[in-house]
């Protein structure tokens, strides 16, 4: 071998090692090198010296199978490390891959367009060069093996590091670092397919939840059960979110308690983290700890008692407000709901906000027309899940105070609407949208309460999870916030005695899981049925 051929070998393998050992840049979609190493690379060679003894001729095509094995596996490392990096847990291909349209049309419809072509290319470009580079390592790979010294040095030192990974793994204490191997990802996803094939994992849920309550402490009053998209305990741990928001907050407790309400708070872990809300709606709703689709999907598949079916049993008209659903939902039976108000049925006519163009202050207004003016009536029990504080946040629309003109075609001036839409998130640090998304949810049900302060309502204000690791930060427990506005005593004492404290801020331990927090409102709301 040549001097070329040499820098050649060496350059190969240095490009297929960091290729599977680079990890994220949090909270980014970058990535950072590191000195680690990679066992895959190491198996792999040793694999092609066991070929190249046994007198297998390596061609081209042999070539084209690594590099596209070798992309598979890049592309596996890059979706672990990132979605950890912005999500805060472990991607699930099997779960998780039937989304991805969805959220790349919905970052592409609030996305500065620059980034957005960047993006673009990228993923069509990246895929290309990596082929390219990986073809061209493994055919520098194939020539050394003509050349004894290039062939004896580099087995011994693939032989030395399949050894110091054995040594490590049964607990020697070594100076080098070896990463992950993405392989074992692949074959947890395998496993979690036969496992559901098999059907062991409908054997593996939980038994059914017994909910029983005559609602006799709520009777007559609607009942909101709200959850706030990504509104997580970070942004009452943070001192800098803290600061942002205390004026809001101060005026939304204002709203409260001078329409004649109360509000109690508690911290809840959620059964998710920075995304897939509706882990934490259904283990709420069914008070089933359901953690994964698998789970949701599941439980979805039996008869199961559901809090939508307790107050429907005690003469509640029930009715789901689902502004972010855009097809149809037959999960909604599972549920029990009379009634479910998605995208269309809204029927939202003003100006697009984000990927779903309605915001939350339209949809209240709208369910308020529809189901809440009436005084002739059945008291309503409403789910709502909002959609204006999802990730990226902005544009936030701007908060509109009479609330007869958000259900028109012009809801807002255009100096403000314009303000709005010029807001295009930063992904590097999306804190400040946080922020706003928030102040204008404390904004909108404050509002709410001002405009029917004549009317007895009793609203559970719940976090569905935190929102993605690029704002919560590294680490961030899995906690929401849960507050209680009502302007019944006995609800709220009852509460109390659960461990709910008075007022926004809340509990500094959390009181509960979601899924066990059911039996408390349950219980704050009247006795057992039984």
Same mark, same amino acid.
């Not at 259904?282 to 439980?299: A, F, Q």
């Not at 804190?431 to 509002?447: C, D, M, N, Q, V």
């Given at each position: ?10 350059? %190969?393998l ?7 050992? $680079? ?15 990679? !066992?895959e690379?190491?198996v ?16 081209a ?22 979605a950890?990096s ?5 991607i ?5 891959? /039937?989304?991805?349209?969805n ?6 419809? !609030?996305?500065?367009p ?11 470009v ?6 390219a580079?990986s ?12 050349d004894?010294?290039?062939r004896?040095g ?5 032989v ?7 040594g490590?793994g &049964?607990?020697?204490?070594l ?11 692949? &074959?947890r996803?395998?496993s ?19 909910l029983s %309550? ?8 609607? @009942?909101f ?12 741990d ?5 600061a942002?928001l ?15 309400r109360? &509000? !109690?708070?508690?911290?809840?872990e959620?059964?998710?983290?920075g ?7 259904i283990s ?6 359901? /953690? ?16 939508v079916? @307790? ?8 009715v789901a ?23 269309s049925?809204l ?8 990927w ?10 709208r369910l308020?027309?529809l189901?809440?003016a ?8 409403v789910?709502?899940?909002? &959609?204006t504080?999802?990730?990226? $946040? ?15 075609g012009?809801?807002?001036?255009e ?8 807001d295009?998130?930063?992904?590097l ?12 949810a404390y904004?909108?049900?404050?509002g709410?309460? /001002?405009?029917r ?20 930060g ?7 916030? !849960? =507050? ?6 006995? @609800?709220l004492?009852r509460?109390r005695? =659960?461990?709910?404290?008075d ?18 409102l ?8 039984s």
């Amino acid at each position: 071998m040549n001097m070329l051929q040499w820098i050649g070998l060496g350059a %190969s393998l240095v490009l297929l090692n960091i290729s599977l050992t $680079f990890t994220n840049i949090w909270p980014t979609l970058g990535i950072r090198l590191t000195p680690d190493l990679s !066992v895959e690379l190491a198996v792999i060679l040793l694999a092609i010296f066991v070929a190249h003894w046994w007198k297998v001729t390596l061609t081209a095509a042999h070539e084209r199978w690594l590099a596209v094995g070798w992309l598979l596996l890049v592309l596996g490392r890059y979706g672990d490390v990132t979605a950890r990096s912005l999500y805060g847990r472990d991607i699930n291909l099997f779960w998780d891959v /039937r989304h991805m349209p969805n959220v790349g049309a919905m970052f592409a419809a !609030v996305a500065d367009p620059l980034l957005l072509f960047l993006v673009i290319g990228g993923v069509v470009v990246v895929p290309l060069v990596g082929f390219a580079v990986s073809r061209w390592a493994f055919r520098s790979i194939f020539l050394s093996l003509d050349d004894m010294w290039a062939r004896s040095g580099l087995f011994l030192v693939v032989v030395a590091v399949l050894v110091l990974r054995v040594g490590q793994g &049964v607990g020697a204490s070594l100076p080098l670092r070896f990463s992950d191997t993405v392989s074992q990802a692949y &074959v947890r996803e395998l496993s979690e397919l036969a496992y559901e094939m098999s059907g062991a994992g409908l054997k593996s849920l939980a038994p059914p939840t017994k909910l029983s %309550s005559d609602l006799s402490l709520v009777t007559g009053a609607d @009942v909101f059960l709200v959850f706030l998209e990504s509104y997580g305990t970070v942004s009452w741990d943070q001192p800098e979110f803290v600061a942002e928001l205390s004026n809001s907050r101060d005026l939304f407790v204002r709203d409260i308690t001078e329409t004649g309400r109360s &509000v !109690v708070s508690a911290r809840v872990e959620s059964t998710t983290f920075g995304g897939e809300s509706w882990l934490a709606h259904i283990s709420l709703l069914s008070g089933t700890e359901v /953690r994964d689709p698998g789970t949701n999907k599941r439980l979805m598949a039996q008869d199961r008692d559901t809090l939508v079916k @307790v107050f429907g049993r005690n003469g509640y008209r029930t009715v789901a407000v689902m502004p972010g659903l855009q097809r149809g939902w037959p999960q909604g039976k599972f549920y029990g709901f009379d009634d479910i108000y998605d995208h269309s049925r809204l029927d939202y006519q003003g100006p697009p906000f984000g990927w779903w163009d309605l915001n939350d202050q339209f949809a209240l207004a709208r369910l308020d027309q529809l189901e809440v003016a009436s005084h002739e009536r059945r008291p309503v029990f409403v789910f709502f899940s909002t &959609v204006t504080s999802h990730a990226p $946040f902005v544009p936030t629309p701007p908060y509109q105070p009479d609330w007869k003109r958000v259900l028109s075609g012009r809801p807002y001036d255009e100096k403000s609407l314009d303000r709005a839409w010029s807001d295009y998130p930063d992904w590097l640090n999306l804190g400040p949208s946080y922020i706003k998304a928030l102040r204008y949810a404390y904004e909108t049900i404050g509002g709410y309460f /001002r405009l029917r302060q004549d009317r007895d309502i009793i609203m559970i204000l719940a976090g569905d999870h935190q929102p993605p690791s690029l704002v919560s930060g590294e680490g961030a427990s899995w906690d929401v916030p !849960v =507050h209680v506005v009502a302007s019944r005593p006995e @609800v709220l004492e009852r509460l109390r005695r =659960h461990a709910f404290v008075d007022g926004l801020a809340p509990t500094s331990e959390k009181i509960a899981r979601m899924d066990t927090l059911l039996p408390m409102l349950l219980d704050a709301f009247g006795e057992s049925d039984s």
